[in-house]
């Protein structure tokens, strides 16, 4: 069963834009992560938040963990065409669990 | 290898037949993972590896379903008589994972590219 839910399930925005996406969770984590992937075959990581931490950047990436909400953001600046693909949050104790993912469309 | 390598990457069976799907982990990865993912869904955890034994096999849906890890490198997951409910993309994934992820090294998992599986 999946353990996350992302928000919206499809989002489409303008290049240049920022993008944003949620992730809500159901049981306690020792870290959250968040890959992306293209056309449907193999993931790719994008970054990783521990469950003691807040924020976390890496390039136009960041990534926002509230444990008393049990929920996470992925905020994109500054979207490319590049971006477009789909974003799935995974949480992590025994094992690596995904949700539903986002798909998001940068529109040139 | 330079990352994880999953053979065949297109299965065609006929219904009720038996499959064989392989992963390749990278070199030295400890924990290995199977998923399977149908259009549309996020990835559904099948099970997991930690050396040679199953740590987790929670998500294996039945008992025609069963995955082995002999020497704690390549792994195979098995399909027995197969439905057309099968037909996903399986998706396998290996990290250095400390046992309960505790740590920041070695965390991410590498997936593969997937076996894409259609039963008719």
């Known amino acids: 069963s999946q353990q996350g839910e992302e928000d919206p399930q499809a989002l489409s925005i303008q290049e240049g834009e920022n993008a944003t996406m949620n992730c809500s969770y159901k049981?306690?984590?020792?870290?959250l992560q968040w890959y992306r992937q293209n056309s449907g075959r193999g993931l790719v990581h994008l970054i990783l938040?521990?469950?003691?931490?807040r924020e976390k950047h890496s390039g136009r990436l960041r990534v926002t963990l509230d444990t008393s909400k049990k929920s996470s953001s992925l905020l994109i600046t500054a979207s490319r065409a590049a971006d477009t693909a789909s974003y799935f949050c995974a949480t992590a104790r025994q094992k690596l669990v995904f949700g539903q993912g986002t798909r998001l469309t940068i529109n040139p | 290898g330079a990352g994880v390598s999953q053979t065949p990457s297109n299965k065609v069976t006929e219904k009720g037949k038996y499959v064989e799907l392989r992963c390749d982990p990278i070199s030295g990865h400890t924990a290995l993972y199977w998923y399977r993912q149908s259009l549309g869904q996020g990835p559904e955890f099948l099970i997991y590896f930690q050396g040679t034994g199953a740590a987790d096999d929670s998500g294996l849906p039945n008992d025609r379903f069963f995955a082995v890890r002999p020497e704690g490198s390549v792994s195979t997951l098995k399909i027995q008589r197969t439905e057309r409910g099968d037909s996903a993309v399986y998706l396998c994934?290996?990290?250095?994972?400390?046992?309960?992820?505790?740590?920041?090294?070695?965390?991410?998992?590498?997936f593969g590219q997937g076996t894409r599986l259609t039963v008719v």
């Open positions: 994934a290996s990290s250095l994972k400390p046992r309960n992820w505790v740590g920041e090294n070695g965390t991410e998992a590498f």
């Open positions: 049981t306690s984590i020792n870290n």
């Open positions: 938040i521990r469950s003691n931490e």
